[in-house]
């Protein structure tokens, strides 16, 4: 049976540690109303990724930097996770963006237009709050975004971008009542306004996210290491080791030496580790250059 | 009178952020293309600096100014938006 939900979540690029954070919570929402997930963080939540897991989930849910055309992925500067060229990938899916900046200004209509069934995020920056001495605004970005999740998981997709401006609304009443005695009252109020007032739904209003009544995952990827495990299969690992490299050879030549020293490392201590199966890290050691340098077979 | 320059710049890059809104106890400019906004201000006082760009993080201080001269004062600030 496919997997119902595919969750990318970069962490490295300031303030993504926070977006990490957040779809930390967001997966055990999915859990909790026994959602299928497929997670991915870091350098994993990639282009290569998204089109290996994407044609078969159903709820597309991605929380890091975007731009006007494109989800970013770990890579601000080529900034090319999912582009308006690659919209068709997500026909008849539920899109979520959010926190991503910009998104719904030309990916939005453009995955809508190539028939998925809605998409969520924002026309223009989306800010994160951050704790501060007088007031711990972070703590009220959580409450609020995560307000707006569990409404994206029980209600139809316009009710849910209803519940998320109300929620912000109540946040911003409150930084506005505060203008004189929290310092930075000010940033958060407007950020906050921000988030509320750019961020729409595209598609269908009436859109909900389906749910099959499945057994709970047992696919958990958490990080890089869990993350890489998941990835050794005979289909797909040939395919991923040469995306990312040629993607990662776009990006610079360091980036380039820095996987080429640092992925085959990394396998080693899966395997090493007994975090594959037998035929997993046989497969590992074949495909991917230095691997069995790293671990010799016996 | 004390010469207070703020210089911003991008944590993350160190580059000198231009256009920034730095307020002074209600006093209002913006950084020029060095980073930097300068402020006459008599000495001998406390001064409430705020530091706003709407995709860094809001930057606030309290400083004293104790006597005449030039004062520097360095910000950082931490990216903000998605």
Known sequence: ?298 | MARLNIKVVDSYSKTALPYVHVEVDGRVLSTGLDGVAAFDLPAGASYTIKVRQVAYRPWTRIIQIAQEGTYEQPVELEKAIY
């Open chain 1, 1 to 298: 049976m496919p997997e119902e939900s595919l969750l990318l979540s970069p962490a490295l690029f300031p303030p993504t540690q926070l977006s990490y954070v957040l779809m930390n919570k967001v997966e055990a929402l999915l859990k909790d109303v026994d959602l299928r997930v497929v997670r991915f963080s870091g350098l994993l939540a990639s282009r290569e990724t998204a089109f290996i897991y994407l044609p078969e989930r159903k709820l597309f849910i991605y929380g890091g930097h975007g731009r006007r055309d494109a989800i970013c992925g770990e890579n601000v500067f080529s900034c090319n996770l999912v582009t308006v060229a690659d919209a068709s990938i997500f026909k008849d899916q539920i899109v979520v963006a959010n926190p991503t900046c910009e998104v719904a200004a030309e990916l939005g209509p453009a995955i809508v237009e190539a028939g998925a069934k809605a998409f969520l995020g924002s026309t223009e920056n989306m800010c994160a709050h951050f704790n501060e001495a007088e007031h711990n605004y972070m703590d009220d970005w959580f409450d609020y975004t995560l307000t707006f999740y569990r409404s994206v998981l029980s209600k139809t997709m316009g009710e849910a971008v209803e519940d998320w401006k109300s929620a912000i609304t109540r946040y911003m009443d409150l930084y506005k009542s505060h203008l004189d005695d929290w310092p930075n009252a000010d940033w958060n109020y407007f950020a906050a306004k921000m988030n509320r007032d750019n961020f729409v739904v595209l598609g269908d209003p009436q859109a909900m996210v389906p749910r099959t009544g499945s057994e709970p995952t047992t696919l958990k990827q958490m990080g890089l290491l869990e993350g890489l495990s998941s990835l050794f299969n005979p289909e797909t690992l040939r395919k991923q080791w040469q995306h990312a490299f040629r993607s990662l050879f776009s990006f610079s030549v360091v980036g380039a030496t820095v996987a080429a020293l640092a992925v085959p490392a990394v396998a080693g201590f899966a395997i090493e580790r007994g975090w594959l199966t037998g035929e997993q890290a046989e497969i590992a050691k074949a495909v991917i250059p230095g691997v069995a340098a790293v671990i010799p077979t016996p």
